[in-house]
């Protein structure tokens, strides 16, 4: 390896943590799911030094994609300073020494765990999503061996079902998160458990979109410009829903929104989930119903 | 020293990342042409076929070696750098050649109805590579992108597979190209 200069540097790990051929094999997996997207690839997901739930998947696909060019960032729930997005964040400063940015435009690779961000992504980005369950019949069929002769099958019938029940119980599709993908026609995906509201973002994005779950040892991707459908049916069409408010931190009307609990009065905020989206906003001056004016900015 | 020693990566971490990136950027919008340095294979293996070779193969993958590609000196190379066992075309996960070498293409892993991720990855050598020609549409591609393929029906009817099929790199000195066996192909 060359050597680091900078102090936070563990320089006893291999460059982004991961031995060479354990990279090899994740590079392997993710081409494979590129060349069939929406299909989940079994691969031989390590031990990390983290627990599982908090992004093991994710961080695999991260290490075995980075360079030493990259900026990297980290959200988590569309926050970039939340504890699962600051630890990944100083995981790959010390084992890759990456640069790291907060800013979505910025960032050359994003990691994230279930928000897509507000602002479009472009070409050349790498999103990579952290996946619990990977599989989105598990919880219809809990056999794997049925799973997969379904996906073969193509045969979705179950998961048909399983969204009209929501319209017989409650009159419409109540599923708001993990909201179930058909991917170029042929695989339905969860696209992990991002808001539904992002699900039209998945669709002919033209960054790259890798999944990775880590206990279920699967990986799968969307290349750019993939065509992606939220399952629907004719009189109850999809559609991508937030609370019904604008953030009082920017008053954007258009980005989805996280509900504060402020008090025990029942006092309540809605503020932007994506923090960097409401933070550039706020910087070019859009101010909400409960936005207190930038002192320090102002004096 | 043996030539079979030399011409490796210096650095590998970092060297396979950047070639892994490169790989990436080509198979996930296809008529995408990179650029892969690093590696200096024996000929006939191109320098961008050695690079993917060093980046993706290792004692798990099965490497076949197609027409010119099977000589004493790539398979010495091969040997020494990965570890990859060298099969037959059945059996092989990465199977390197010229287009014609590589015929028939029947004899390639299409992977398994259940299991399509268990198909052969084709490193084409080619003595060219342009994105012109061939017109391809499907995912990774905004509208339509060109690629200078060595034919066409070979690709449509690995299309008519999906989600079975092989996939493509196209190598040619230092440049590489990708067709996933989801691009649908036409002649122009």
């Known amino acids: 390896m060359t050597a680091h200069h900078d102090a936070t540097l ?14 090899r094999m994740i590079r392997r997996a993710i081409l494979k799911g590129v060349a069939v997207p929406g299909y989940q690839v079994p691969f031989a997901s390590r031990e990390m030094p983290m627990p599982y739930g908090w992004g ?49 435009v910025e960032a050359t690779l994003i990691q994230t765990r279930h928000r897509i961000p507000e602002s479009a992504l472009t070409a050349g980005q790498i999103l990579v999503y952290q996946v619990p369950i990977p599989e989105p019949l598990r919880f219809l069929e809990p056999r794997e061996t049925e799973t997969r002769k379904m996906h073969e099958l193509e045969e979705y019938g179950l998961i048909h079902v399983k969204l009209y029940e929501d319209i017989a119980r409650h009159g419409t599709i109540a599923t708001a998160y993990a909201y179930p993908v058909k991917v170029e026609g042929r695989y339905v995906m969860d ?17 790259l979109q890798l999944f990775g779950a880590g206990r279920e040892q699967r990986i799968y991707a969307l290349p750019p410009f993939t065509h992606v459908v939220s399952l629907d049916f004719d009189d109850h ?3 991508a829903s937030k609370a019904p408010h604008d953030c009082d931190l920017c008053g954007a009307s258009d ?9 025990d009065q029942g006092g309540r905020m809605f503020v932007c989930s994506d923090t960097d989206f409401c933070r550039v906003r706020q910087e070019a001056g859009h101010l909400g119903a409960m936005a207190v004016p930038n002192l320090a900015g102002s004096a | 020293m043996s030539d079979a020693l030399l011409g490796g990566f210096e650095q590998a971490p970092l060297q396979s990342s950047n070639a892994f990136r490169a790989a990436l950027a080509v198979l996930s919008q296809p008529g995408e042409i990179r650029e892969l340095q690093g590696a200096l294979p024996p000929a006939p293996l191109s320098v961008a076929a050695g690079v993917l070779l060093l980046t993706l193969c290792d004692g798990t993958t099965p490497v076949h070696l197609a027409g010119g590609h099977d000589c004493a000196a790539v398979r010495d190379w091969i040997t020494f750098h990965c570890g990859a066992p060298l099969v037959g075309a059945e059996a092989a996960t990465f199977a390197f050649g010229d287009w014609t070498a590589l015929h028939p293409l029947g004899r390639f892993a299409i992977g398994q109805p259940d299991y399509p991720d268990r198909a052969a990855t084709l490193i084409v050598e080619m003595a060219t590579l342009t994105a012109t020609g061939a017109a391809l549409r499907g995912p990774g591609i905004a509208e339509v992108a060109h690629l200078s393929l060595p034919e066409i029906a070979a690709f449509q009817a690995n299309r008519a597979l999906f989600p079975l099929g092989f996939d493509c790199f196209f190598t040619c000195g230092v440049w590489v190209a990708a067709l996933p066996r989801s691009t649908r192909v036409e002649a122009v």
């Open chain 1, 10 to 23: 563990a320089d006893s790990y291999n460059f982004a943590y991961l031995d060479e051929q354990t990279k």
């Open chain 1, 56 to 104: 093991t998947g994710g961080v695999q696909v991260t290490a075995a994609c980075l360079t030493p060019d990259d900026r990297l960032k980290v959200i988590d729930q569309g926050a970039d300073d939340t504890t699962n997005a600051v630890s990944i964040r100083k995981f790959f400063q010390r084992t890759a020494g990456v640069a790291v940015t907060e800013s979505t």
């Open chain 1, 191 to 207: 696209p992990s458990p991002i808001p539904k509201f992002d699900n039209p973002k998945l669709s002919n994005s033209p960054a």
């Open chain 1, 237 to 239: 069409p999809f559609e």
């Open chain 1, 255 to 263: 980005s989805y929104l996280d509900e504060v609990i402020t008090d």
